[in-house]
């Protein structure tokens, strides 16, 4: 597994792997007829998970590729720091207030991005998957920037 997914820590992997099985046993009946061996079975479900992982680990890799190659110039004028702040705490209120937006999508966004809360505990939490949580997380921060970008606009 090292050499195939050489940035996925085998122990996470291995965790979620012990994590589906104790959720499949409740159902899982051993056949060799039908469903073939279980060490075949068990290879299978770590191979998917550590491709998972992996698939994972490059895409937060290119997020933070990407978020180097725009650094943001720090303003040494602090007027410009306190109008950049009172144009997000605008869009943050204005997010919070927007009636389309879900009251989940709300909640996730409040407890990731301003809490700081970990996704798995809000994933939990809310009986959803992690993958879902940074969509959502991601989803919002891009709304944010559409509103801040509306913000400035109309500013000028």
Known sequence: MRERFPSVEADEAIAETLIALVDVFGSYRYDPEETGRFHNYLTGVLRHKALRLHKQ??????????????????SDDP?????????FDIAVRQFFDDETIAPRTKEIFRRTAIKGE?????????MMERHAVDQIKSRSIAKLR??????????D
């Open 79 to 87: 007027e410009e720091e306190n109008y950049r702040q009172s144009l």
């Open 57 to 74: 680990a490059q895409r937060e890799r290119s997020l933070r590729e990407r978020a180097a190659e725009e650094p943001k110039e720090p």
């Open 118 to 126: 970990s996704p798995e505990t809000v994933a939990q939490s809310f």
């Open 146 to 155: 559409t509103i801040v970008g509306a913000l400035e606009k109309a500013d």
